[in-house]
């Protein structure tokens, strides 16, 4: 077993409360976090700009993180299964426990919070869910917490197991004039106790309620033997400044090509050289006047060659080919279709590795809650995370298969429903068989 980050009480008053030992941990992490979100809002090139420079900035990086986070969740629901599903029993209690899960969804908006939480979670490189209870409301209450305020620790030989997890964000108050002021906050918890702090301030020490630590942390891609994850922007970046660069460059040479550069040979003085329309000028014997022709030679071709070559490596390396954005010239379907995106089909199946643990983890957070508060019977339940198709697919054929799968007794109906889409194959059944009833 692992000792706890933090002892209790202090054994000597010098000792640095948990919100100061929070100040001076994860420091690489919380810079990595602020890079990558500057990085997405558009703020990409480095140090200031010189005198005259021009900086244009074309956003790839957030529309590639935008367009894989899209894909990702496609068809994502949660089903529940029970050990003895053949029973009207187990059918029964998973009916219930799903029923349940749908209305907690609801009531917290989950398909519109998990998507900006995957959002921020590809930006990132990390995301957590918190799951409690609301006894105001009698409700689970699903939020996402900034990770940028998350602190871990976990058990050595398995990071995916947390000893304790530290919680930091900023509330507003009244101050003591009534003008508003500004305090953050600090959760601690373990599977034991959880505390409270306001500033520098220890408010509150109580046994944890859940009896587990109510946080789901997770990576967007782990990287191996490591606790925090990777962002998607991070291949990206070099590609996405040289766009930027090379961009900016041709449009420089754009705009003095069409207010030409005049050059003067042999003349020594700028005396009677009047800057103005119609202004004529004498120059010396032997010297001549002309305007520069910057794009003589090709060189505007070059800039598009390199661009169109930039263009391919951030595709490349941000796995997610052109076709993803709308872009098929050759009309390319079916099979063909399905080998153009292969690159971010296998990416966003990577992702989903890590997702089906976190959002069965989720889920089972909170049957646990509603067991514990409301007496829902979860004995012997467990969640099953459902995944849509990546790839476009045939409609018809999908169902053709998953009928003959049906027929065959390979698939029962409610796996092949939850396959084909449907959020709650046990209420779609049982209406099948009411219409059945009231046709015959």
């Known amino acids: 077993m692992s000792v706890l980050p933090v002892r209790w009480p202090p054994r000597r008053t010098t000792e640095l409360t948990l919100p100061a030992r929070l100040r001076h941990m994860d420091q690489e992490r919380m810079r990595r976090y602020r890079e990558n979100l500057d990085f997405y809002e558009g703020r990409q090139w480095l140090g200031r700009p010189r005198r005259g420079e021009r900086r244009l900035t074309f956003n790839y990086a957030k529309a590639f993180a935008d367009k894989v986070t899209s894909y990702l969740l496609t068809g994502a629901s949660v089903q529940i299964e029970a050990r003895d599903g053949d029973t009207p029993e187990g059918r029964a209690r998973a009916r219930a426990a799903e029923q349940a899960l749908r209305e907690v969804e609801a009531a917290n908006g989950l398909a519109q919070l998990d998507f900006e939480t995957e959002l921020d979670c590809a930006v990132l490189g990390d ?10 409301e009698r409700q689970v209450r699903v939020t996402a917490p900034d990770v940028q305020g998350i602190y871990a620790w976990r058990v050595p030989d398995d990071p995916s197991r947390l000893v304790a997890l530290a919680s930091q964000y900023t509330v507003e108050e009244a101050g003591p004039s009534g003008e508003p002021k500004r305090t953050t906050v600090t959760e601690y918890w373990t599977p034991k106790f959880f505390e409270t702090w306001h500033g520098e301030e220890l408010v509150r020490r109580d046994p944890n309620p859940y009896g587990f630590i109510p946080f789901v942390l997770f990576p967007n891609l782990r990287e191996p033997k490591q606790a925090w994850g990777s962002s998607d922007l991070a291949q990206l970046v070099e590609s996405n400044r040289e766009l930027n660069r090379a961009f900016s460059q041709l449009s420089q040479i754009l705009e003095l090509s069409g207010n030409p550069v005049a050059v003067l040979e042999g003349v020594t003085g700028s005396q009677d050289i009047a800057i103005e329309p119609g202004a004529v000028w004498e120059v010396p014997e032997r010297a001549r006047a002309y305007l520069l022709d910057l794009l003589q030679g090709g060189g505007v071709q070059l800039h598009r060659d390199y661009i169109d070559l930039l263009y391919r ?11 993803a954005f709308g872009h098929n010239p050759q009309g390319l379907s079916g099979v063909a279709l399905n080998t153009e995106l292969d690159p971010l089909a296998r990416k966003v199946a990577r992702k989903r590795l890590i997702r089906s643990a976190v959002y069965e983890r989720r889920a089972m957070m909170i049957l646990r809650l509603l067991a514990q508060y409301t007496g829902l019977d979860i004995e012997g339940l467990r969640p099953v995370m459902q995944w849509g198709p990546v790839l476009p697919i045939d409609r018809g054929r999908e169902v053709s298969d998953a009928r003959a799968l049906v027929e065959a007794g390979i698939l029962s109906r409610r796996t092949a429903a939850a396959q084909l889409g449907t959020d709650d194959p046990d209420a779609e059944w049982a209406k099948v068989l009411e219409e059945g009833r009231a046709l015959s």
């Open 313 to 323: 490596t951030l595709h490349d390396l941000g796995e997610s080919p052109r076709t």
């Open 127 to 136: 995301a957590a869910y918190k799951v409690t209870w609301d006894p105001a």
